[in-house]
Structure formats: C-alpha cells, structure tokens
C-alpha cells in the first residue's frame, strides 16, 4: 500500500515560483513512472510533467515547457515539481501520481489528495 501527501501549495503573485513536494509512504521503488497533474476550476484534469521510474526520462506539457521542473529524490522517497515564472493560467490543484507495479502483469495507479496553487496579483 502507497500514500503520496503533497504540499508546498500557496497562493503566489504572477512571475513567482514555488515548489511542490510528494512524500510517497510505502515502496516505491517500483514505480513504472511518476508525474503531476492539475486540475483548474471547471477544466479536466492534465498532466504537466512526467519521470520515469527507472530511466528518470522527463517529460511536460508544452504549457509548462521551460518553467516547471519534475525531480525525484530516492533517499526521501519524495518527487518534486519546481515551478518558475508562475502565470495565472498555472492556478489550479495539483496532484501527485505514481504508477506502481505490484506484479509483472498488474499495475496500479495511486494518488494525492492534492495542494491549491493560487496564482494571483
């Protein structure tokens, strides 16, 4: 069983960073990937960055691209999203997923419960 706790959201006023944290308990050291979504009022939720569990490989959406960060430190079983130069449009609640495999045939999905980012003047 895995339970990732974000934090580090905050209301921030625009060209602003801030950087968010994923403290994954229990063994990750499975995970086929892990990412960070985001959901604003209204809207569907998107994925905004990506890392891969073994190869480390990152990805992001091209609204992100060049500002936000996704790192993974394996000693404090906790992934990061580092974001720069925030815009209004960045306002949203972010969430934290890890894509475990529990078998070689099986996978499963697990998430946070969350952090508000507020991008405001």
């Known amino acids: 069983q895995v339970t990732l706790v974000e934090s580090g959201g905050d209301l921030v006023q625009p060209g602003g960073s801030l950087r968010l944290s994923c403290l994954a308990r229990g063994n990750i050291n499975n995970a086929i990937s892990m990412s960070w979504h985001r959901q604003a009022p209204g809207k569907t939720r998107e994925m905004v960055a990506f890392?891969?569990?073994?190869?480390?490989?990152?990805a992001y959406a091209d609204a992100v691209k060049g500002r936000f960060t996704i790192s993974r430190d394996h000693v404090k079983n906790t992934v990061y999203l580092q974001m720069n130069n925030l815009l209004l449009d960045d306002t949203a609640v972010y969430y934290c997923?890890?894509?475990?495999?529990?078998?070689?045939?099986?996978?499963?999905?697990?998430w946070g419960q969350g952090t508000q980012v507020t991008v405001s003047s």
């Open positions: 997923k890890v894509d475990l495999r529990l078998t070689p045939w099986r996978h499963e999905d697990y």
């Open positions: 890392i891969g569990g073994s190869s480390g490989d990152t």
